[in-house]
């Protein structure tokens, strides 16, 4: 009976789960739609569902002006600092994770406690020291600052994540003649792979939909992201739609193929990591 039942009940799942699915594919599918209709047809008291003529003018617009560059500042910066972050992070998480020494429990929170503070609090001193810098206006005065949020979340993932490796097989590899280092490069790291390609995955992510540090600290068109790009095509209180939604669609590629490419990874470094805390 109750193998029976059990196709009866799994239906009421299912029928959950594809409204969910609609829920979160409709806003995506919307603002797709949206990209290639006509402002008249955006306007339209009725809405349609599907564009009556294809309008790609939205698209010609952005990459008639700086887009393309606005595009490729946010993924250079994206790219440069979530790998460069990693790499700490992973120093930083193995010593906090395998190591035992003073104030372990006390740096571990702060780190915690770091990447808690508002963004709000922090951007005026950020500012003041990238000023000091003299790196208003560039890139580079956001690879200074990005790391500040970065480097705590992702050392905060790793930590949990090498957390639920056992001890026991990095020192196997000890007393086999490896060092700590070699060890960590050796067994650890290859084991802890799956949770530092999700790490890198989500820093990227957090890199490439900041908003509010760039808005501080860049004012020029040329050096702006991909965040700040779609921002300024809104003039006043005229919302260009189409060619705003035409830009999202367009910044969403790169992320949804990362997604994509490290979705195998993304599952087992996620629930892994939520072993031990």
């Not at 919307?30 to 955006?42: P, Y």
Request: one cysteine or more.
């Amino acid at each position: 009976m109750g193998q029976r039942g059990a196709p009866k009940n799994m239906i009421g799942v299912y029928i959950v789960l594809f409204a969910l699915l609609i829920f979160a594919i409709f806003p995506v599918y919307w603002m797709l739609n949206t990209s290639f209709k006509s402002n008249a047809e955006i306007y339209r008291a009725i809405p349609s569902y599907w564009p009556s003529n294809f309008d790609f003018s939205g698209y010609v617009k952005l990459f008639k002006g700086d887009f393309v560059i606005q595009l490729t500042n946010s993924f250079v910066i994206s790219a440069l600092v979530s790998v460069g972050s990693l790499f700490v992070s992973v120093l930083a998480a193995f010593a906090l994770s395998r190591l035992n020494f003073r104030f372990r429990n006390f740096f571990s929170r702060s780190i915690l406690y770091a990447y808690l503070i508002p963004k709000s609090v922090m951007y005026i001193p950020l500012y003041i020291f990238v000023s000091l810098l003299g790196l208003n206006n560039s890139i580079l005065g956001l690879g200074v600052i990005y790391p500040t949020f970065v480097i705590p979340y992702a050392t905060w993932m790793l930590v949990a994540h090498m957390k639920s490796i056992p001890v026991e097989i990095e020192e196997a590899a000890i007393v086999d003649g490896s060092s700590r280092l070699g060890a960590m490069f050796r067994v650890v790291l290859p084991l802890a792979w799956p949770g530092i390609i999700t790490t890198l995955i989500f820093s990227f992510t957090l890199c490439w939909s900041e908003y509010l540090y760039a808005l501080v600290i860049i004012t020029k068109e040329h050096s702006k992201t991909i965040t700040l790009g779609l921002a300024s095509l809104i003039v006043e209180d005229v919302y260009p739609w189409g060619t705003l939604t035409a830009g999202a669609i367009i910044a969403s590629i790169p992320v949804i193929i990362l997604y994509f490419v490290g979705s195998r990874f993304m599952v087992s470094g996620a629930t892994d990591g939520s072993v031990k805390g």
